[in-house]
């Protein structure tokens, strides 16, 4: 910047001359109008209206101009400026909204291509009926209690009253996890869970059981060395029979529908006393005097098995340190596999377990 002179005169001041401002700001504009992207134009702007354009620096030697020469030569240059920043804003706009019609152009779905949909999957009907199952319980006030598939044998039958000698023993077919002196099964069914709360908990006990347990079957249409069971233990003051059979109603009646009813038979289970196997009213024919004949699901019977049931012996309330002089309470245990090949009809159980998603998909809820 040259420094003030009074002697000083505009019109030879080359940058702040009328025709030099006038060309400079006519530079601009059409560098301006030229530039056809926002990346363009933040150079335009640098070169025409930065601190280092020509104009800036024209407008630095207004302050070395005699005081009578400032107002002229500052409203020539500040008119400029003015107009180069209004063009620059004006072309920022357009080319802005340029760039997104470009963009909106080129990122246009059209939803209505075809695709290839990829199946990712369905729920096992398994799962399905082990959630809802818990859901039913839960409901009730229920809780989910687990145990592992590797289980100890002492859990899996001396707790269940089922004693090394117990001719019981040998009705469940077990394997045996090596070497046999660790004394661990893979868990023959879900009961040892009922022994790993009550030792676990303070009565009043309400807990669902739902899990995979083995046995040493061979895999055909009807047995797998692999199945599923719901367990469940009911342990508080009074619990009677009678509150046994209200929850399997109950449950009966959550899956199957109003006017389901179970009805019990006399059996045997080393861990409960009395013991009853549990049938469910057939839920195709109802027993229905004139559809009961014909009936595939029930085979005539009006009824179809579900599982064991009884009030808990109190052998294994002691087992598992609960005071049988206090507490009472039901146990139940229920087929999972089964339930469900005789409610869909599948005449394989190992559809269950082949893992062919044409199997799973029509059982509703995908992933
Ligand atoms: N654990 C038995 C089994 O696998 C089923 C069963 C029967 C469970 C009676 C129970 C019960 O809790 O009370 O065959």
Redo the contacts with the bound molecule.
């Keep these: 910047m040259s420094a003030p002179n009074s002697s000083y005169d505009p019109v030879e001041v080359t940058p702040l001359r009328a025709d030099e401002v006038e060309r400079m700001r006519d530079e601009a504009l059409s560098a301006i109008a030229a530039a056809h992207t926002l990346e363009e134009l933040k150079q335009v702007r640098i070169d025409h209206a930065g601190d280092r354009s020509p104009m800036a620096l024209a407008n630095r030697e207004i302050g070395a101009l005699p005081p009578q020469a400032r107002k002229e030569a500052g409203q020539r240059v500040g008119q400029a400026r003015g107009a180069i920043n209004h063009a620059l804003a004006a072309r920022t706009t357009e080319v802005e909204s340029a760039e997104e019609e470009v963009a909106l152009a080129s990122e246009t779905v059209d939803v209505t291509l075809p695709w290839d949909v990829e199946a990712v999957g369905a729920r096992h009907p398994l799962t399905t009926i082990q959630e809802h199952v818990a859901d039913i319980f839960v409901a009730m006030g229920w809780e989910v209690a687990e145990g592992p598939e590797v289980e100890a044998e002492w859990l899996n039958f001396d707790a269940l009253n089922l004693g090394p000698d117990h001719p019981a023993r040998t009705m469940?077919d077990t394997f045996w996890v090596t070497p046999e002196s660790a004394a661990m099964v893979l868990r023959?069914?879900?009961?040892p869970v009922?022994a790993r709360t009550m030792l676990t908990r303070e009565p009043p006990i309400y807990v669902i059981c739902p899990g995979r347990v083995y046995r040493t079957d061979e895999l055909d249409a009807t047995h797998s060395p692999v199945f599923h069971?719901v367990?469940?233990?009911a342990i508080d003051k009074g619990l009677s029979m009678a509150h046994l059979k209200g929850t399997l109603d109950h449950f009966a009646q959550a899956i199957y529908g109003d006017g389901m009813t179970t009805r019990f038979r006399p059996s045997y289970?080393p861990?409960?006393e009395p013991?009853a196997e549990m049938d469910l009213l057939c839920y195709v024919c109802h027993n229905e005097p004139d559809a009961v004949a014909e009936c595939r699901t029930c085979k005539g019977e009006g009824w179809v098995e579900w599982?064991?049931?009884?009030v808990v012996n109190p052998r294994v309330l002691i087992a598992c340190g609960v005071d049988p002089d206090v507490y009472s309470g039901f146990?139940?245990?229920i087929g999972l596999d089964r339930t469900i090949t005789s409610r869909y009809d599948i005449a394989d159980l190992r559809d269950l377990f082949d893992g062919d998603i044409r199997f799973t998909e029509p059982f509703g809820v995908e992933l």
């Excluded at 023959?188 to 009961?191: A, G, L, Q």
């Excluded at 599982?307 to 009884?310: A, I, T």
């Design positions: 469940q023959t069914h879900t009961s009922q069971q367990e469940g233990l289970f861990f409960t013991s599982g064991g049931c009884g146990a139940f245990g």
